[in-house]
């Protein structure tokens, strides 16, 4: 476990996370016990990225110019590939502690820091496919678009939860928290317990990124008693709360993600050149 001088993230060593591939930054996260510090780094980082000089074009921010600008250290790499790209359960130990929620795989934590310290709303960024500023899963989910075969079975690209009803979303939420084999077989787990929904191959979210599920059915921390103000909880709305599915209750448990493999000297807003 790393020992530092002080509970300050400038003391942190950050830029050693800066070349590491997805698989290694796990193995570092781990090594490092990077959730051990939640109680004072992650609202650090929060803060930092609220301290970010953001590019504005055309009345939206330039995520690419935004990260450009502010980018420029193997240090600010490192802690920018730790906030995109590793697991955000390798970073944030129960992303179900109320006291931790607003930093959950729901929450783009750069964006975040600067709603919280400089008021900018998530639509104020011009946010498309592989933002470099936003981890995957969750960018799939706040871009995602219905297909034309959806859009022919009535499902409207700008309704909110896209044209399903409260009702049809909560029968989504039942299946796909109906435990499918085991001991355990056909009982059904509490909203909060899993962070997606299975077997929904034959359903409508059988195409959709699992964590537009999560927003719509309003399962995990997307719940109405976990939710926070920093979540993404609408893909249409990236800004809104939405109405609870039902009323208040409360409930309990945790989530996953992906990897893939990384070049230092590509980083996604550099024209050219390599890490200083």
């Known amino acids: 476990m790393t020992k530092l001088k002080s509970n300050h993230i400038d003391d942190f060593d950050f830029q ?17 016990n990077l959730t051990s510090f939640n109680s004072w780094m992650l609202p650090q980082i929060a803060h930092y990225y609220g301290s970010w000089k953001l590019v ?11 990260a450009r600008a502010n980018i420029t250290t193997d240090y600010a790499v490192g802690l920018w590939r730790v906030v995109t790209k590793l697991k955000r359960s390798s ?5 179900l ?5 607003s930093y959950s795989a729901l929450v783009p934590i750069i964006l975040a820091g600067a709603k919280k310290y400089q008021g900018v709303e998530y639509s104020q960024w011009n946010i498309e496919k592989d933002c470099p500023l936003i981890d995957q899963n969750l960018c799939d989910a706040m871009c995602y678009e219905l297909s034309e075969s959806q859009l022919e079975d009535g499902m409207l690209p700008g309704e909110i939860c896209y044209g399903l009803g409260s009702k049809r979303l909560l029968e989504l939420r039942d299946i796909g928290l109906t435990i499918k084999s085991g001991p355990r077989k056909g009982t059904r787990q ?3 317990s899993a962070w997606c929904l299975r077997g929904m191959q034959n359903t409508e979210f059988a195409t959709m990124p699992k964590l537009v599920a999560t927003m719509l059915t309003q399962i995990w921390v997307a719940h109405p008693s976990l939710r926070t103000q920093y979540m993404v909880l609408d ?12 009323s208040a209750a409360i409930f309990s448990s945790e989530g996953k993600a992906p990897t893939s493999s990384f070049d230092a000297n590509k980083l996604p807003w550099l024209v050219e050149g390599s890490l200083a």
């Open 16 to 32: 050693k996370y800066a070349r590491l591939n997805d698989s290694q930054l796990e193995d570092q996260a781990a090594e490092d």
């Open 56 to 66: 504005w074009k055309n009345n939206l921010i330039d995520p690419v110019a935004t």
């Open 97 to 101: 502690d109320p006291q931790f929620a």
């Open 91 to 95: 970073l944030v130990k129960s992303q």
């Open 235 to 246: 893909p249409n709305n990236w800004d809104v709360l939405p109405e609870p599915l039902v």
């Open 190 to 192: 509490s909203p909060t």
